[in-house]
């Protein structure tokens, strides 16, 4: 859970996927990532999916997983803050 602005509560799973290359083994370079979830302030609620996929340039110190949450939470959370509190 983090807060974003005044008293947004967001909250989210990560996870991270890999796929399979021609010979059956793990595709390291371009596992996908993704972080899904909700945000809620004053009773309102705002439902979110993030999907990204390594470009193939070689393996992360970070999963993308916690990556796809990352790259939400800093490029989209000045905009779910007034979704968030816009009214129904």
């Not at 399979?20 to 899904?36: I, K, L, P, R, Y």
């Not at 009773?43 to 993030?50: C, D, E, I, P, Q």
């Not at 796809?68 to 490029?75: I, M, N, T, V, Y």
């Amino acid at each position: 859970m983090r807060c974003i602005g005044r008293s947004l509560d967001v909250h989210g799973k990560t996870g991270t996927g890999l796929p399979a290359n021609a010979d059956g083994s793990d595709g390291m370079t371009h596992g996908w990532g993704w972080f899904v979830g909700w945000a809620r302030r004053d009773g309102k609620t705002l439902v979110f999916a993030r999907l990204i996929q390594d470009d193939g340039a070689g393996p992360q110190k970070t999963p993308v997983g916690l990556r796809a949450r990352d790259a939400f939470l800093s490029e989209r959370h000045s905009q779910i803050a007034p979704l968030a509190s816009s009214r129904r």
